[in-house]
């Protein structure tokens, strides 16, 4: 089915833009060079002015200035800011949703919970503020004391992509407040009217706990203005989310000056389904995680391995459902379905599956653009592609609602074809059989940072680490310990004895 597109015109768009952004007590943005296109219809919302790079500069100062005195506040006084935040989000969800909407094309429910996530982080970083553990070990030296301390890194740098415009942001944002860190925004260009609601929101939350407001930056540009932020060595972290290639040109650069990186890059995520499994439940989890967001998630389910046994049932199941997913504007209720970002993600989906069909590859459903009033908006059914080996162009990801179909026979042999990936993010098993689902979360099962065994790729919580392995970039974001990211160690050594022993029994007299 499909949503019947309604003709909103873009003008109408941009109205309850500017109302939204008022609601957010956000100012109008500064018209400028920078378009802000909508994926609803493809439309201008608005124009702003990126910054100049003497505007980066100067964010960057103010943000290294607030740093010396944000560092000493104590860690539970800090999350005061990040409180109020949660409040404030809390109070405007609906009104930040929607604006994820009009800016990202995420269906309501996708957007409020985009929002929802943020308040999630905000109080687990609130939480987190008096439990920023260190250790105490036993000195090999009588009257000695040996412990490790965490201290607070500096200006962190935040990288954010489109798909998930406000919620990576939050994650690395909460943290590092906590932790004493000044932060320093620069998100997608495709999506700065919700950062810029984003820093207001923050803005008014300082100014409410009377806390310094300096504490928190925003630039706003392309790649140019992200190269500026990247290489100015009084940013201590770079928290940046994209795509391998932008990671590879980041991680180096940043590593050139000794200073840190934090990728979260990107993910060719994979399920294997073994003959035990439950196939409804799989067939529901696997919709999900492969149609969700137009499959424009970095956990997004893009392989699916499954036994040749119960192939053509499982695969019976995803086409079914996939022809009844509404497909349209992401406004209506009911949509399941919303626009590609533009028509560069559209034609990286049509040469996708040229190149699967190419590869001997059954086009089982899907696939087509989606027809509607306006002939610059991006909408496609989710595609089910049977492929009869990884092929080159299963092994890359195509930031699109595509999801190839593999076959196998033996367990070590799904276990192989998950892994011949280059990406490391995601991974999920469906089964009912504890050793296959135990051997996939071991050490020689899936190699990705985030595993799960009946459940989809998609849908992570905040109380997890968040991150992945090989190309994925290494980096973890949110839940558990990924606040130490944000803070430097130090191991001490306290003699409080009268004596002067040396370590390792050395004597030096």
């Not at 030296?141 to 415009?165: C, D, K, Q, Y």
């Not at 989890?285 to 046994?309: E, K, P, S």
């Not at 610059?376 to 092929?391: G, I, K, W």
């Not at 849908?459 to 990924?482: N, V, Y």
Request: charged share 20%; proline share 5%; net charge negative.
């Amino acid at each position: 089915m499909t949503s019947a597109l309604t003709a909103d015109t873009t003008a109408d768009l941009r109205l309850r833009t500017a109302a939204l952004l008022h609601a957010l007590g956000a100012k109008s943005p500064e018209s400028g060079a920078l378009s802000v296109r909508t994926p609803i219809t493809g439309g201008e919302l608005a124009t702003l002015r990126p910054s100049t790079p003497a505007e980066v500069d100067a964010a960057v100062e103010r943000a290294a200035t607030a740093f010396h005195a944000w560092r000493t506040v104590p860690a539970p006084q800090r999350a005061a800011v990040v409180r109020r935040l949660a409040q404030l989000l809390t109070e405007h969800q609906a009104e930040l949703g929607e604006l994820v909407t009009l800016e990202a094309g995420k269906i309501g429910a996708e957007a409020r919970g985009e929002v929802q996530e943020m308040i999630d982080i905000c109080e687990f970083a609130i939480g987190l503020s008096r439990q920023l553990y260190g250790l105490t070990m036993p000195s090999e030296r009588p009257g000695h004391r040996l412990m490790e301390t965490w201290h607070p890194l500096g200006v962190v740098g935040v990288i954010s992509a489109f798909n998930f415009p406000v919620a990576v942001w939050a994650w690395n944002t909460a943290l590092a407040l906590v932790c004493g860190d000044t932060v320093v925004w620069k998100p997608s260009e495709a999506t700065p009217l919700t950062a810029l609601a984003c820093h207001t929101l923050l803005q008014r939350a300082a100014a409410d706990v009377g806390a310094d407001p300096q504490v928190h930056q925003l630039i706003q540009g392309g790649g140019e203005i992200g190269e500026r932020l990247v290489d100015d060595p009084r940013v201590a972290l770079v928290s940046a989310t994209g795509s391998v290639r932008m990671g590879q040109l980041v991680a180096p650069r940043v590593a050139a000056r000794f200073g840190r990186a934090l990728l979260e890059l990107g993910g060719n995520n994979g399920a294997v389904v073994t003959p035990s499994a439950d196939l409804d439940l799989a067939a529901r989890g696997i919709v999900f995680a492969a149609a969700g967001t137009a499959g424009q998630r970095c956990t997004t389910l893009r392989r699916l391995i499954v036994h040749a046994d119960v192939a053509g049932p499982l695969l019976d199941r995803v086409a079914a459902a996939y022809r009844q997913l509404r497909v349209g504007n992401p406004l209506e209720e009911g949509v399941l379905v919303g626009p590609l970002i533009n028509e560069r993600s559209y034609a990286g989906m049509r040469d996708a599956l040229e190149r699967a069909q190419a590869d001997g590859g059954e086009l089982l459903c899907g696939g087509e653009r989606v027809a509607g009033p306006h002939p610059d908006a991006y909408y496609v059914r989710p595609a089910l592609v049977r492929m009869p080996a990884q092929t080159a162009v299963v092994r890359e990801e195509t930031f699109a609602p595509i999801l190839y179909a593999l076959t196998y026979r033996d367990f070590d042999a799904a276990i192989e074809l998950h892994n011949a990936v280059p990406q490391g993010l995601s991974s999920a098993i469906f089964t009912r059989n504890q050793r296959e689902a135990e051997r996939f979360l071991g050490p020689d099962g899936s190699d990705c940072g985030i595993a799960n065994v009946n459940i989809g790729t998609s849908g992570a919580e905040i109380g997890g680490a968040f991150g992945g392995e090989k190309q994925t970039g290494g980096g973890r974001e949110s839940g558990t310990d990924s606040w130490k990211s944000y803070m430097r160690r130090a191991t001490n050594t306290v003699n409080y004895s009268t004596e002067l022993p040396l370590a390792q029994g050395i004597r030096f007299e």
